[in-house]
């Protein structure tokens, strides 16, 4: 036993006694750095949003700066545009308004066709919207300022300006780089009797084939195609479109995402024999795969896409609804793309408090977890739940019921991985009123 200055022995207790002291003041400062709750502040719109006929928003946050990026259509009182704003201050104040859209050009509320925004490092924006009347067209935007002025918008992928085929239910992503994936639907010309030809192939599936989603083959004669198109320069130019053999349900957006390593990903509801509408994953070189086997049989279109998100870690973050007898609900799962496990039972966001055709949407939060967000909550009016999964993706850790929101449709949800900061947007219905309502998410931890 070593003798302290003194001469006397010193005890094992008291040679412990300040490492106990240092490790209660340890434990004190990990019990003040416990999950969190989440805290969410009204935010006022920009200008025009503020309206009593602006709808369909979108947001992001710029990769360069976390600016907060918002587009949305208003009708101005001579027509519906598409306008674009940013704040650099989180949303306490906004950049005067800019219309993108050109005059003249016909455009209406979409719903499931509303506008989606991407950005790069080098402070570039770019924004899809689709046009009104019998047959929509896909249009393209960017701005190479950050949003102070616009390009004259073009047809991506194609020189089409007039296409035959109604094209929507689009989504747009995009990587630091300037790497561009845009995604939609596309109708037959009527009478159309043509099968359309299989996707190539030659590229790794999501996950294995033996895990639910061996290829379907070609579409049926009728089905809507699902279009892609890249751009690496931030739509200066557009590779060739071609249709991919994945018999989409004809009323749901797709939802896309990028990896880190511009690696590219899909998920749709697909519409498959006996009329099941189950959610597909895929990557464009491969055939897609359900993201659970819900086996949901439903006669008519749900109109309630997927929401995808790829993280920097590399997982996929999915979330959908089902109508599925005993699952109807809002679900959610995670996992590395090469072990995408589809047959394991998902993860319970929202269940029965969901209403047929309930919408989502994701975003990373890094450490945080995965934010959700959805138009229905326990109270069946029209109200906003957001939840927050752990990182992990194995449960979820906070639930919150937007206070005050009713009619609540299609919210968006902009996270960032860097920062614990993250916005969600709506549109909310009254009566014959729509408007812009957004929340800043200080998101728990």
Known sequence: M???AGGKPRSARARLAPAAVLLAVIAVALAGCGPGRSRLTELS???????????????AIAPRDRGLLLAWLADDGIGWRLWFARS????????????????????????ES?????????????????TAGPTPALRFARSLDGGRTWSPPVSPGADRTAPTRAQGHHDMTSADSGHLLVAWLESPPAGDGAVVAPAATGGAVVVPAATGGAHDGAEAAGEHSVRIVRSMDFGGRWSADAPQAWQACPCCRMATGMSLVEMEFLALRRHQAGDIR??????????????FEDGWSAAECPAAGPALAVARDGTLRVAWYTGA????GVWFRQGIPETFDTTRTPLLVLGREAMPATHVSVGDAGRSGTLIACDADSSRSGGLLLARVEASGRRVVERLTVPGARGASRP????????????VVWTEREENRMRVRLKRWEVGR
């Open 2 to 4: 070593r003798a302290n």
């Open 114 to 130: 509303s506008p989606r925004l991407a950005g790069d490092a080098q402070g570039r924006v770019a924004i899809v919207w689709t």
């Open 278 to 291: 189950d959610i597909g994953l895929t990557r464009p070189v491969g055939p897609p795969v359900r993201a």
């Open 325 to 328: 007898t005993g699952r109807a």
């Open 412 to 423: 968006q949800v902009a996270a960032s991985n860097t920062n614990r900061r993250a916005y």
């Open 45 to 59: 719109p920009p200008g025009v949003a503020r309206g009593p006929s602006a709808t369909d928003p979108t947001v």
């Open 88 to 111: 650099d201050d989180a949303g306490a104040s906004w950049s005067t308004p800019v219309v993108v859209s050109p005059p003249g050009e016909p455009l209406a509320p979409a719903g």
